[in-house]
C-alpha cells in the first residue's frame, strides 16, 4: 500500500514523462501514440501483499500452492523427475496409439529409455466416444489418436510392462478419458484385483471433466445431467474405495485450443470445477474429504506470455477464495489448485509451417511456467502439427530444453519473481475481475450445465475464435513464418528426423483391422450368459439415479463386456447428447 | 443465369472428431463473405452429410478433419455423394493433414484441400473460382 500523496506525486511525474520526455521521443518517430505501456504504483493503488499474495503455500497462493520445491528433484509440482539420469526420463509422456499390443511394445521401448512412472494414455475417438472398434462409425478412427480399448483384455496387454517395481500399487496412470470414465475406472480397478492388489492402493488421474466435452472437445456421449451423475458415482466411489485416485481433471486447455479467450477459459474452467464440487456436497460428502482429489489441467495458453503468467497468479487466488469462502473448506490443502504440468503455451500456437520455430514458442511458455511456480514444460513437442505422434528427436530437445531452463537458466529458483511487479499485479487483478464477470454472468444463468445446454458457453468460444483469425488475417496478429516474415527470401528449415517414428505408421494402417480381429476373438471366448446379466442389471441400475454404478461397471468388464457394450445399455436409459454446432 | 448467383456451402465434421474451431470460424468467415452456409455439427457420418447435402442442396461440401481419419472419410463423402445423384456437388478438404496425403485425396475427387495456416479470403477465393468453373461448364 502506498500513501496517497506519494501515489498524487508519481501521477503527476507521470503527466510531465507524458508531456516532456514521451512526447518528445513519440514527436522525433512521427508517431501520435506510443507501441509501449508502463506501469506504475498508481496502477496498483490498493495492493496489499498479504492479501493479494501471500507467501508460497498460504493463502491465497498467488505466489505459489507449495511453499517450495521438492528438495533435490526440483521444482514447485510434484511427480516429475528432471534430471538423474540420460535419455527421457519424464515421467508421464503422453503415449498411446493402434491396438494395446502397439502400446504395450512403445511402453516397453520407454521403459528401456529410462521412463519412469505409471503409463499417461490417450485413447481412439472410438473408445472415448463409447464405440466399439467394430462399429460401423468407428470406421478409420481405430487405433488414430490413441490407443483402442473395448475390453478388459486391452487394458491387461496395455498394462503388462507395469509389474515388479512398476506394479499398479506403486505407479500412478493417467488417462485423457471423460465420458466413458468410470469404465476405464472400473478396468483398472479389475485388473487390479486380478493382480491381488487391493483397489485402495490405486492411484492416478481420471479427466472426467465432461462440462468442457460440450463446450470445446467434443467427445460427450450421454446428455449432462445423466453424465454428471456419473462423476458423481466417481467422486462418491473413490472417496470411499479407491481414496488416492484423482477423480477429476479439470481443463482450460481444450478450451483455449477451441478457441477462447483467456478469460474465458479460467472463467468457465472455474465455473465448471464449482459445479463438480457442488455434485460431491450434494451426495453429502465433506468437502474436506474430497476436494483434494481433484485435479486441474488449466495448462494451456498462448504467446502473450507476460499475460498467461497473470492468469495462472489469478487462477490460483479465485480458486483458493471459491473453496474457502463459497465452500467453507476448512483445511488449508483444500484450499490449492492442484495442477501437475502448470502452463505451457498450447497446441494452437505451434504451426506446421517452419515447424522447429514451435521450440522457441515452447521454451518461451516453459520459461514463463517456470517464472510462475510450475515445472518448465516444453510443451508440445515442435513437430506435433505434422501430425500424430512426436519424434524421438523433438521428444529430446523438449526434454533439454527443460533442463536447461531449470538448471541453467535457473528460473524456477525464486518462487513468484514478479510479485509486487507494478504491471504484474495490475493484469492479475484485471484478470481476476474479468473473470469474475464472466463467472457471475454464467451463475445468472443458473451454472455451467445451463450455459452449455442454452450454447452460451459455446457460442462464446466461436466467437473469440473467429475474431482472432480476423485479425490474423488484417495482421493485426503476427505469426512468425504463417502470415508474416513468409516470401520467398526465409528459408524453410525443415528437420531431419533419423530416429524412427514413435507411431509406426504401418502399424497405425493395420491397427483397425487387428482391433477388429482381437475384438471378435474376446468376444468368442467370454462367457455371453455372464455378458448379459451384468449388462442388464447395470441397465436396471441406470433408472435409479440413487445407485452408484461403478460396482456393477466392474462386474460387466470382468465379464469381458466391451465399452460399447456398456455405453451401448446407457444409452439406452440416458439417451444420446446431440451437438448442433453453437455458433 | 446470374453470374453472382448465390453459393451454399454445407460445412461438416465428419467422424468422431471433436476439435470444430476451423468449420466454425470457416462458417463464420464465409457467411461474412456472402455465402450461405449451413454448419452440421460434430459427428457426422458420411452418409448424413450427402444427406444434408441433398436436401440443402449445396453447391459445396466443406470437411473438417484433424484426427488422421480423413484418408478413409473425405472419399467416402464423395462416393455418398455421387450415390445421391450429387456428383457435381464440390468436397473442399481442410485440416491436419500431412502433405502427402493430399495426392491420393485430390485423385479420389476432392477439389482442394486447405492446410492450417490458409486464409479464409483464400479459401472463399478458390471456392468462389471452382464453383463458376463448374457453373460455366455445365452450362455449355
Known sequence: ?583 | MNKERHIKVLMAKPGLDGHDRGAKVLTLGLRDAGMEVVYTGLRQTPEMIAQAALEEGVDIVGLSSLVGAHGYLFPEVVEQLRKRGLGDVLVFGGGNIPKEDIPPLLAKGISAIFLPGASIREIASCMRSKVEEKRKGSSY
Request: glycine share 10%; hydrophobic share 35%; with cysteine.
Open chain 1, 1 to 583: 500500500m502506498f500513501d496517497e500523496n506519494y501515489l498524487k506525486e508519481v501521477e503527476r511525474r507521470r503527466k510531465q514523462w507524458e508531456e516532456t520526455t514521451l512526447k518528445a521521443a513519440l514527436e522525433r518517430f512521427g508517431a501520435e501514440e506510443s507501441p509501449n505501456e508502463f506501469y506504475a504504483p498508481s496502477d496498483i493503488r490498493s495492493f496489499d501483499f498479504l492479501e493479494k499474495v501471500g507467501f508460497p503455500g498460504e493463502f491465497p497462493f498467488t505466489a505459489s500452492v507449495y511453499p517450495s520445491s521438492v528438495p533435490g528433484s526440483g521444482p514447485v509440482t510434484g511427480g516429475w523427475y528432471l534430471g538423474g539420469g540420460g535419455g527421457l526420463v519424464r515421467a508421464g509422456r503422453y503415449l498411446g496409439f493402434g491396438t494395446a499390443e502397439d502400446t504395450r511394445v512403445c511402453y516397453e521401448r520407454d521403459i528401456t529409455r529410462g521412463r519412469k512412472g505409471g503409463p499417461n494414455l490417450p485413447f481412439d475417438l472410438p473408445t472415448q466416444i463409447g464405440l466399439d472398434s467394430d462399429d460401423p462409425r468407428a470406421r478409420g478412427e481405430v487405433g488414430r489418436i490413441g490407443v483402442a480399448v473395448d475390453t478388459l483384455r486391452d487394458f491387461e496387454d496395455i498394462y503388462q510392462p507395469f509389474k515388479g517395481e512398476n506394479e499398479l500399487d506403486k505407479i500412478a496412470s493417467n488417462w485423457t478419458i471423460n465420458a466413458p470414465a468410470n469404465i476405464i475406472l472400473a478396468m483398472y480397478i479389475a485388473l487390479a484385483e486380478k493382480r491381488g492388489i487391493p483397489q485402495h492402493k490405486l492411484r492416478g488421474t481420471l479427466q472426467n471433466d465432461i462440462l468442457k466435452e460440450y463446450v470445446a472437445r467434443g467427445t460427450y456421449i450421454f446428455p449432462p445431467q445423466p453424465s454428471m451423475r456419473m462423476i458423481k458415482d466417481t467422486i462418491t466411489y473413490c472417496s470411499e474405495h479407491v481414496p488416492l485416485m484423482n477423480v477429476i481433471s479439470i481443463s482450460g486447455i481444450h478450451m483455449r485450443d477451441a478457441g477462447a479467450s483467456r478469460i474465458q477459459a479460467l472463467a468457465f474452467a472455474l465455473c465448471n470445477a464449482t459445479a463438480y464440487l457442488q455434485l460431491g456436497v450434494d451426495a453429502g460428502l465433506d468437502i474436506d474429504s474430497f476436494i483434494r482429489r481433484f485435479s486441474f489441467n488449466t495448462l494451456g495458453g498462448s504467446m502473450e506470455v507476460l499475460k498467461e503468467i497473470a492468469v495462472r497468479r489469478a487462477e490460483r487466488r479465485m480458486w483458493a477464495k471459491i473453496v474457502k469462502d463459497k465452500f467453507k473448506a476448512k483445511n488449508p490443502r483444500s484450499w490449492i489448485l492442484r495442477e501437475a504440468g502448470g502452463y505451457m503455451i498450447g497446441g494452437w500456437t505451434t504451426h506446421p509451417q517452419r515447424p522447429l520455430n514451435n521450440l522457441t514458442r515452447a521454451v518461451l511458455g516453459a520459461a514463463a511456467g517456470a517464472l510462475c511456480g510450475y515445472i518448465p514444460s516444453v510443451e508440445p513437442p515442435f513437430d506435433e502439427p505434422l501430425g500424430l505422434g512426436w519424434s524421438i528427436e523433438a521428444q529430446q530437445l523438449a526434454e533439454d530444453a527443460a533442463r536447461i531452463i531449470q538448471y541453467e537458466a535457473k528460473l524456477t529458483k525464486t518462487l513468484d519473481p514478479f510479485a509486487g511487479s507494478y504491471y504484474m499485479e495490475y493484469m492479475t487483478d484485471k484478470v481476476e475481475e474479468e473473470a469474475a464477470n464472466l463467472i457471475n454472468r454464467v451463475e445468472s444463468m443458473g451454472g455451467s450445465i445451463r450455459a452449455i445446454e442454452d450454447g452460451f458457453m459455446q457460442r462464446e468460444i466461436a466467437r473469440s475464435a473467429y475474431e482472432f483469425q480476423q485479425k490474423v488475417e488484417c495482421e493485426e496478429e503476427l505469426i512468425v513464418g504463417v502470415n508474416c516474415f513468409n516470401d520467398e527470401h526465409e528459408l524453410e528449415v525443415i528437420p531431419t528426423r533419423v530416429v524412427p517414428d514413435t507411431y509406426d505408421p504401418t502399424k497405425r494402417a493395420e491397427a483397425e483391422n487387428k482391433q477388429v480381429a482381437r475384438l471378435t476373438q474376446v468376444r468368442g471366448e467370454r462367457d455371453g450368459q455372464q455378458v448379459q446379466t451384468a449388462l442388464k442389471q447395470l441397465q436396471e441400475a441406470a433408472h435409479d439415479e440413487t445407485t452408484n454404478l461403478i460396482p456393477l461397471i466392474v462386474e460387466a468388464v470382468e465379464a469381458y463386456a466391451t465399452v460399447g457394450e456398456i455405453c451401448g445399455v446407457l444409452r439406452s436409459v440416458f439417451g444420446e447428447y446431440v451437438g448442433y454446432g453453437h455458433i
